[in-house]
């Protein structure tokens, strides 16, 4: 892609009413911008993180079994009465047609998921079932200053699955959080896994993927020595310095957190509220377990930002990377060197790697090179005079750039 | 994907409400679910096929030069009231948040894209820009009945661009017309592109791509002996039997159509109401010429449904279908048949081609084919006692089927 046609642009500073990092550097660098408070537009740039973390998710959702869906934005209010939560839930958006009809919009989809895996479900061959779907979700949110992190309208995974009895639930669970850890380590992130309570959703115990930054909203308790996490706002029980009741191994640090993730064991809530059956070996109506399984994309997308990131912009990790090789032509009027970026750029594109191409003319190379810091491609590769046939190639997260041959960086970029 | 894990079932009738076929087909044959009138989930197989079209249109965008960014559902009012739409459109459903914030849902996006382009657009050399997303929209429809060719919530591409003048604007729409004129050949339509007037969006001329369905709702005219398509609605100056105003050669005929796609000459509505301005060569500021460009990709999923189907179901362009390849296993008790068709779904796997492999033990042949015509995938591919070493292949359009070697086979698909 050629950066004088992309539809983004740097800015000189951050907007004003940015507070959070990601915020602040994801509209500067040009990846998004804000709508109103919670809803953003995302640009070519962010839309293709977007898509990259999609497709890492989509993968590993599919290796556990789960099964790709499209389920709706706008929902009949009856669904929401029927388990009760049109009245319960304090942030879920109601509408109502021109003729009356009370619709909501996906706050999550147990409510659409359970009748539609209802038809399906008949006895326990029919189990475990997995299905999931990537679409946005609405939340009437009283706040929404955190950037991406915490939106009124999101981009979310939400997969679902049945079982016949409690232990297949739970041996499927530990597929999906063995799963959600891949997706994280893919991505860069250490996800802490907390016990957590249901929240709404269940009063069974649930788990959450946090990962640890200043800009989260959970506060957590943790031990450095063991896996031991707790969300502090559900589980009361330790306190910062408490020796860590799990191992004993160090005393439990208090810090902020983003949960990227979750997990709830929703028993039979609601299995139960639309009368989802499955007859035992005695014939006897039984309901299957269900659980459900999130991850916030767009959240996870601010969480990159939060964590890799320096003064001088961000650092992405080549896996959510909107493109792999940030190519800036430093070129002035010396049509030598325009034509040796214009190679460089077609031979890379000919090897199948994703460059954005910097081929500006009025734009000055110490701009150039400061809209790549802040941009933050994984690769920086430079063709000025001074480089002639060779390539200056330096890694974002590296501060020593090297001179090599075109033939040298694909083969750096292929290792 | 093997059948027998798939998330879709077929019904032995159509559901008795669905009163179009493509509501009775999609449902019957397990591509989607109706969650309430207008508003569907897709399944596996329903997502598919939404996939394919979107990644036609996507490619077809892209070779005009537009960029995919994401634009958000929840629009504040503020947007809407600055164009005056908020009080003039009879389908935009209004949301108020809990502290009495009020929002429309996106039912398309001038007032979320003229904005946005604004930030980019500052002189002649930003021009001409051309932007595009992929994303759900909604209408408070009062009747939707229709299966999925007029949805309360719909998947639809829209495109905007803006132009320095009008003889840009009009060049540009050409490329698009024939990009559209190939997405919809690349599916086997046919479409017409009618002349009509702007409905809410401008008092200019625009243009709809029609395809001939009785389960279409626009009324239009044509001339079976040149490109001559108006929508009756809306320009009424003939009538069936008249001379073909343009080439005089045959008479007009009546027929109904589905609007697939759209082009609105926008003018300078939006760029007025939003002040996005240029200055001209003497520095005085001037509006650009916007315009916008739809395709409904649920709809037009739809529409393949009506035009391709047979008494015994759809009959899916290769293009859009959800597998190439439906192979089906007619093993009964016999081991080494099943061990074919495991083969055959291996090697066909290996080969790249997307196959649903009917490896269910428990169902007859009979129920297997007319399951496989029912769905409507291109090829059909028996492995049963009779055909050995042997596959029995079938088109799904053609009547004849031919027994040839996996070889064979694989160099059909290739061709």
């Known amino acids: 892609m050629q950066y004088s046609k992309l539809f983004s642009k740097t ?28 809803v953003y537009t995302y640009t070519p740039l962010g839309l293709r993180v977007l898509n990259k973390i999609s497709q890492i998710i989509r ?3 599919n290796n556990v079994g789960g099964q790709e869906v499209l389920m709706p934005i706008l929902h009949p209010s009856a669904l929401w009465k029927q388990t009760g939560a049109w009245d319960k839930s304090d942030v879920l958006f109601k509408i109502k047609s021109r003729t009356g009809r009370e619709y909501a919009l ?85 996800a802490k896994a907390t016990e957590a309570s249901g929240g709404g959703f269940s009063d069974k115990i649930s788990y959450e993927f946090e990962v640890l930054t200043d800009a989260g909203e959970a506060p957590i308790l943790y031990c450095s020595k063991c896996d031991y996490c707790v969300n502090v706002d559900d589980i009361k029980t330790y306190k910062e310095g408490d020796s860590c009741p799990k191992c004993s191994g160090d005393k439990l640090k208090a810090a902020m957190a983003s949960e990227v993730g979750n997990v709830f064991d929703l028993g039979t809530k609601y299995s139960k509220a639309f009368e989802l059956t499955i007859p035992n070996s005695k014939g006897e109506k039984i309901y299957p377990i269900m659980g459900c399984y999130g991850i916030g994309i767009s959240r ?13 912009g961000i650092i992405w990790p080549e896996s959510a990377a909107p493109f792999k090789v940030h190519l800036v032509a430093i070129a002035g009027k010396n049509e030598a060197v325009t034509k040796q970026a214009d190679k ?53 997260n590296e501060t020593e750039a090297k001179l090599m041959s075109l033939e040298n960086f694909l083969q750096t970029l292929k290792n």
Chains 1, 2 share one sequence.
Do not use: C
Not at 141 to 155: A, N, Q, V, Y
């Open 344 to 396: 460089v750029y077609n031979e890379l594109t000919k090897a199948g790697i994703e460059v954005l191409y910097d081929d500006r003319e009025s734009v000055m190379a110490g701009a150039k090179l400061a809209d790549a810091d802040l941009i933050g491609i994984p690769y920086r590769a430079v063709v000025s005079e001074k480089t002639g046939e060779q390539i200056e190639v330096k890694k974002r």
């Open 106 to 190: 996906a706050q999550s989809n147990e409510e659409t998921v359970t009748p539609l895996a209802k038809e399906w479900i008949h006895s326990k061959n029919d189990l475990p079932l997995s299905i999931y779907h990537i679409n946005a979700k609405f939340r009437d949110e009283l706040r929404s200053k955190s950037g991406i992190l915490r939106g009124r309208e999101f981009l979310m995974k939400d997969m679902y699955s049945w079982h016949e009895n409690q232990a297949d639930f739970e041996q499927y669970y530990t597929k999906v959080k063995a799963a959600y850890m891949r997706i994280f380590g893919k991505l860069g992130l250490t």
């Open 11 to 38: 800015l000189k500073t951050a907007p004003s009413s940015a507070e959070t990092v990601n915020h602040k550097l994801l509209v500067q660098a040009g990846f998004v911008r804000q709508v109103m408070a919670g």
């Open 59 to 61: 993968e590993e959702m």
């Open 300 to 312: 996870t997308m601010g969480v990159l930002v939060e964590k890799f990131h320096d003064e001088r």
